[in-house]
Structure formats: structure tokens, C-alpha cells
DNA sequence: ATGGTCGAACATCGA
């Protein structure tokens, strides 16, 4: 019988410095399932104390000092935990685990690719688009249903975006990073379902920068953070949320979280 | 056109 699964992606821009809001969230929202990228922690200081008190007994995590990190903060078992290295440099960003029923969660942090959008002139940039290439390989070959999300760094379409013009040359929504994402997206026949839920023509953001004098006024966002579904679980999505709200909490990250619920 | 802010860890890098 389907029972409903609601899960959850957030770049925390630390775990540790925002394990206050990451519980107020839990408390207000309780996902079944929290993905977590950039904790920022190596793995033995994760503070798993405070998930395990909220019912997140689940805990599956792939992190590294200083930098990215990722992990999976469940209510419900986690099986056959994965971690690729997609950018080939030892980088954690990403980790993935079974859930009931078969079906994949793939938790991702797609590299920022640093400020120049040229592969010769920023080796960051290139390591961006070789990871987003060894993603499309790895999708063309997937066979069990599976949810892709996380930090995508990429805000493909216009109304992702708060101004398409101004940021044609600016690293998230360039031409061929945009391509790129759409050459992921074909080879996995993803659905991304923040869009199922909010029509394309409609301006939809995940994440404010922390440089604006205040972000709520100037709403100069972008949709970086995704919730993608192969075709056979599209039907099983029947709702999903960013909760904007949270980019205004004390000391916030400057991602905010997505919910998606599925009946799986 | 430019600079604006965070966290980790303690100068600077990555975002």
C-alpha cells in the first residue's frame, strides 16, 4: 500500500553553525527524509545528537574538513549507501541510498564552478562541467526508479533567474551550463518537479545571495536547487514546496529548503 | 561599473 514519503533537500552552508534552524525546520516541517548539502564537517564531528533526538536515527554521510559534504538524515531505513566522485578529485558531493521499494535517493552538490565561465581561463568551471558530463553518463545507465536532488549550481530556465539578461555571463545561468543541464536531464528523461508544481512562466527561487543590502527587497535569487524524478515516479509526486520563509530565520543559509511529498 | 557577505579556521579560499 503507498504511505506518503516527504522529502526534503537543503544547503545548510554548514551544518554545525545551523544546527538551530536545521531543528526549527525539522520541528516545523518533519520531512521523513533531509537531504543536507555543504555540512562543511569531516565525517567523525558530525553532530548527529540533535537528528537522532528528532527521530533521524537514519544517518548516512559523506563529508570531508573545511568543504562540500553531504548527508541523508532519515526517519526511514536507508539501504546500500553509494558515493560517487563525479568531479574525479576526491571532493564529497555526493551520496546516495535505497528506500523502500527499491527506489534510489541521490543526494548532490554540483560544484559552484567559480567566477569565470570559461574552462580555459577557470580550472573550476571545467570541473563543473566534466562533473554534470560523468552525471549524464551515469543517468543514461540507471534502471531503478530514482529521485536526484540537491544543489544543482545550475538555474536552467529564464524564470529561474531574477534578471535572464544580466546574468547570461554570470556562473549558474550561462548558455553552456544551461545546455549542459539539459543534456543531464535528456539522458535520464529527468522530470524536474519544482515545475510540475510551479508553471515555467512563473519567477520560482531557491537561494539569495548573502551580498544583498536585503535579499527580500532587491529578490535577486536563483533556483539552484532541485528536486528531479525519473519518469516513473513523476505520477507518485503529488505535491512540492520551497519554503522561502527560511531565508529570513536568524543566521540563515542562503539556500532555502524544498519539499517534495510522494505517495510511494 | 563595483562591491557587497558568509564559514572554516585563522589568511585566504570557496561559495
Given at each position: 500500500?503507498?504511505?506518503?514519503?516527504?522529502?526534503?533537500?537543503w544547503?545548510?552552508?554548514?551544518?554545525r553553525?545551523?544546527?538551530?534552524?536545521?531543528?526549527?525546520?525539522?520541528?516545523e516541517?518533519a520531512?521523513?527524509?533531509?537531504?543536507l548539502?555543504?555540512?562543511?564537517?569531516?565525517?567523525?564531528?558530525?553532530?548527529?545528537?540533535?537528528?537522532?533526538?528528532?527521530?533521524y536515527?537514519?544517518i548516512?554521510?559523506?563529508?570531508?574538513?573545511?568543504?562540500h559534504?553531504?548527508?541523508?538524515?532519515s526517519?526511514?531505513?536507508l539501504?546500500?549507501?553509494q558515493?560517487?566522485?563525479w568531479?574525479?578529485?576526491?571532493?564529497?558531493?555526493h551520496?546516495?541510498?535505497?528506500?523502500r521499494?527499491?527506489?534510489?535517493?541521490?543526494?548532490?552538490?554540483?560544484?559552484?564552478?567559480?567566477?569565470?565561465?570559461?574552462?580555459?581561463?577557470?580550472?573550476?568551471?571545467?570541473q563543473?562541467?566534466?562533473?554534470?558530463?560523468?552525471?549524464?553518463e551515469?543517468?543514461?545507465?540507471?534502471?531503478?526508479p530514482t529521485?536526484l536532488?540537491?544543489?544543482?549550481?545550475?538555474?536552467?530556465?529564464?524564470t529561474?533567474?531574477?534578471?535572464?539578461k544580466?546574468?547570461l555571463?554570470?556562473v549558474s545561468?550561462?548558455?553552456?551550463?544551461?545546455?549542459?543541464?539539459?543534456?543531464?536531464?535528456a539522458?535520464?528523461?529527468?522530470?524536474d518537479?519544482?515545475?510540475?508544481?510551479v508553471?515555467p512562466?512563473?519567477?520560482?527561487?531557491?537561494?539569495w545571495?548573502?551580498?544583498?543590502?536585503?535579499w527580500?527587497?532587491?529578490?535577486?535569487?536563483r533556483?539552484?536547487?532541485?528536486?528531479?524524478?525519473?519518469?516513473?515516479?513523476?505520477?507518485?509526486?503529488?505535491?512540492?514546496?520551497?519554503?522561502?520563509?527560511?531565508?529570513?530565520?536568524?543566521?540563515?543559509?542562503?539556500?532555502?529548503?524544498?519539499?517534495?511529498?510522494?505517495?510511494?
Open positions: 500500500m503507498a504511505t506518503t514519503l516527504r522529502i526534503a533537500s544547503n545548510i552552508n554548514s551544518v553553525a545551523r544546527i538551530d534552524i536545521v531543528e526549527r525546520f525539522l520541528r516541517e520531512p521523513d527524509i533531509l537531504c548539502q555543504e555540512t562543511k564537517v569531516a565525517d567523525p564531528l558530525f553532530p548527529e545528537g540533535p537528528f537522532r533526538q528528532l527521530g536515527n537514519h548516512v554521510i559523506n563529508g570531508q574538513p573545511m568543504h559534504g553531504v548527508a541523508i538524515l526517519k526511514v531505513p539501504a546500500n549507501r558515493a560517487h566522485d568531479q574525479a578529485n576526491g571532493e564529497a558531493r551520496v546516495g541510498v535505497e528506500l521499494g527499491g527506489v534510489r535517493l541521490e543526494n548532490v552538490y554540483v560544484p559552484a564552478g567559480g567566477d569565470i565561465p570559461d574552462r580555459n581561463e577557470n580550472v573550476k568551471f571545467g563543473k562541467l566534466d562533473f554534470l558530463a560523468r552525471m549524464t551515469w543517468s543514461g545507465s540507471l534502471s531503478a529521485i536532488t540537491g544543489d544543482f549550481n545550475v538555474a536552467p530556465l529564464e529561474d533567474v531574477w534578471s535572464h544580466q546574468l555571463n554570470v545561468h550561462t548558455p553552456i551550463e544551461v545546455e549542459a543541464l539539459g543534456g543531464l536531464q539522458a535520464g528523461k529527468w522530470v518537479l519544482a515545475r510540475e508544481f508553471p512562466q512563473e519567477k520560482l527561487y531557491t537561494w545571495s548573502y551580498r544583498a543590502q536585503d527580500e527587497t532587491s529578490d535577486r535569487g533556483r539552484l536547487d532541485h528536486m528531479w524524478v525519473t519518469p516513473d515516479l513523476k505520477d507518485k509526486a503529488v505535491g512540492h514546496k520551497t519554503h522561502k520563509p527560511c531565508r529570513g530565520w536568524g543566521k540563515p543559509s542562503d539556500h532555502v529548503p524544498i519539499v517534495t511529498e510522494f505517495r510511494i
